[in-house]
């Protein structure tokens, strides 16, 4: 049984990149939100274009200060709005009115805020001394021209579709989104769009529904297969054409050591490496983790495709993404490795955390802050069947092997999810 940390590396190692000349695609800009970008965009003009005023305020010649114990100035009979530049210079003694955005003229180096001048007909007397530079952008402050504006591997955010858009640029190449094939085994499952009324001993197929919502979010595409019984050559036939259309094939179930968990054995069958088969976690702990050659896979770079296996159980299908695949669709999607490991954080516990200590245990919670801290508030149920316990949960507390117990008011160790 292998550790979390020998499995996120085994796993990450397995994946490879999207090339950035094979699976990209240009997008307009406007349709470019959280996609990963697959080439450096740089800047072709300065930011700011020109010296300008960051307030409303006096644009001013600071020099023309030394020789006015008064500091007072005449103030021209011009004044310079945002998207406005004027072409006569700024005289000795002279200020003139600017404001936020204006363009300073030549000669002014420095602005001083309204709120620190008085003004008495066309003079103006300066209430404080200002320091050179003040509330002055200078051309090129925030980034020359030729300079990397924003670098691949980065997720197109609400700020760098404005920077891109202040940059004039009208389309971006990004990396395409990763397709992956969902499949769920046994004989249990009944389709939520099934018409016929639930057996006994049946359940509703949530898992399809949660890891494609978790795919989803995680930048890429769900392909969803209906519910396949525990028969392996029905089974079998389902993961070829799983494998021959997607990038990452997941499936839940079948891959613990019961008589009919089929999954392990027909991956061999198919010739499939097996990297993984069982990890110290809790929950998740049966996982299987597998590199297969597609045949009649298309619309993809040349590579393996990557099978993950994951427990039927909810909340042990939804840890082993969170921890485990959602790393390995970033990786494989061009994202930088800031997208390819888990955020954790510190938080204060407001019950108490236990653990056997066996394996790497996740408790799934509500992560809130309070005057600024974190705080974790558990469940009550970590039955990792009981997905209605998850509902509201946006974290996950840690708690390592050997460690059992975290009082409450402690620090916890806490993934964000």
């Given at each position: 049984m292998l550790s979390v940390a020998e499995t996120e590396k085994i796993i990450l190692d397995l994946v490879q990149p999207f090339d950035p000349e094979v699976d990209s695609e240009i997008l307009p800009l406007s349709q470019a939100i959280d996609r990963i970008l697959a080439e450096d965009i740089h800047s072709t003009m300065d930011f700011p274009h020109w010296d300008n005023s960051a307030m409303d305020g006096y644009a001013l010649r600071y020099a023309d200060l030394a020789d006015l114990p008064e500091l007072k100035l005449a103030i021209t009979s011009d004044?310079?709005?945002?998207?406005?530049?004027?072409?006569?210079?700024?005289?000795?003694?002279?200020?003139?009115?600017?404001?936020?955005?204006?363009?300073?003229?030549?000669?002014?180096?420095?602005?001083?805020?309204?709120?620190?001048?008085?003004?008495?007909?066309?003079?103006?007397?300066?209430?404080?001394?200002?320091?050179?530079?003040?509330?002055?952008?200078?051309?090129?402050?925030?980034?020359?021209?030729?300079?990397?504006?924003?670098?691949a591997g980065t997720r197109l955010g609400a700020t760098e579709i404005g920077a891109l858009a202040s940059a004039r640029c009208q389309t971006v190449k990004v990396y395409r989104q990763p397709k992956i094939a969902i499949i769920s085994t046994g004989n249990e499952l009944l389709s939520l769009k099934s018409s016929q009324p639930l057996q006994l001993g049946q359940i509703i197929d949530s898992n399809l529904y949660a890891l494609s919502a978790l795919t989803h979010q995680a930048g890429a595409i769900a392909i969803n297969f209906e519910a396949v019984r525990d028969d392996p050559s029905e089974l079998q036939k389902v993961i070829q054409q799983a494998i021959a259309s997607a990038d990452i094939v997941i499936s839940t179930g079948g891959v613990s050591v019961g008589d009919y968990d089929y999954v392990d054995q027909i991956l061999e069958k198919m010739g499939a490496d097996i990297h993984v088969r069982s990890v110290a976690i809790k929950p998740g702990k049966p996982l299987?983790?597998?590199?297969?050659?597609?045949?009649?896979?298309?619309?993809?770079?040349e590579g393996k495709v990557l099978y993950f296996g994951v427990p039927g159980n909810p909340m042990s299908a939804m840890t082993s993404f969170w921890r485990f695949i959602r790393g390995a669709i970033a990786?494989?999607?061009?994202?930088?490795?800031?997208?390819?490991?888990?955020?954790?954080?510190?938080?204060?516990?407001?019950?108490?955390?236990?653990?056997?200590?066996?394996?790497?245990?996740?408790?799934?919670?509500?992560?809130?802050?309070?005057?600024?801290?974190?705080?974790?508030?558990?469940?009550?149920?970590?039955?990792?069947?009981?997905?209605?316990?998850?509902?509201?949960?946006?974290?996950?507390?840690?708690?390592?092997?050997?460690?059992?117990?975290?009082?409450?008011?402690?620090?916890?160790?806490?993934?964000?999810?």
């Open positions: 004044e310079i709005p945002a998207g406005t530049a004027i072409a006569k210079s700024l005289r000795q003694g002279e200020c003139i009115r600017i404001f936020t955005g204006g363009m300073l003229p030549i000669g002014a180096d420095t602005v001083i805020m309204q709120e620190d001048t008085e003004r008495t007909d066309n003079f103006l007397q300066l209430k404080v001394k200002p320091c050179q530079g003040e509330y002055v952008r200078r051309k090129g402050e925030f980034i020359q021209a030729g300079k990397t504006l924003v670098k299987t983790v597998a590199s297969i050659s597609p045949s009649l896979n298309v619309n993809r770079s990786k494989l999607n061009g994202s930088n490795q800031t997208y390819w490991y888990p955020q954790f954080i510190k938080a204060i516990t407001m019950e108490d955390l236990h653990s056997q200590g066996r394996r790497e245990t996740y408790l799934w919670g509500n992560l809130t802050y309070q005057k600024g801290k974190p705080i974790f508030q558990p469940v009550q149920n970590y039955s990792s069947g009981n997905l209605i316990s998850a509902i509201g949960s946006n974290a996950l507390a840690v708690m390592h092997i050997n460690q059992t117990y975290v009082p409450v008011g402690d620090e916890a160790v806490i993934m964000l999810v």
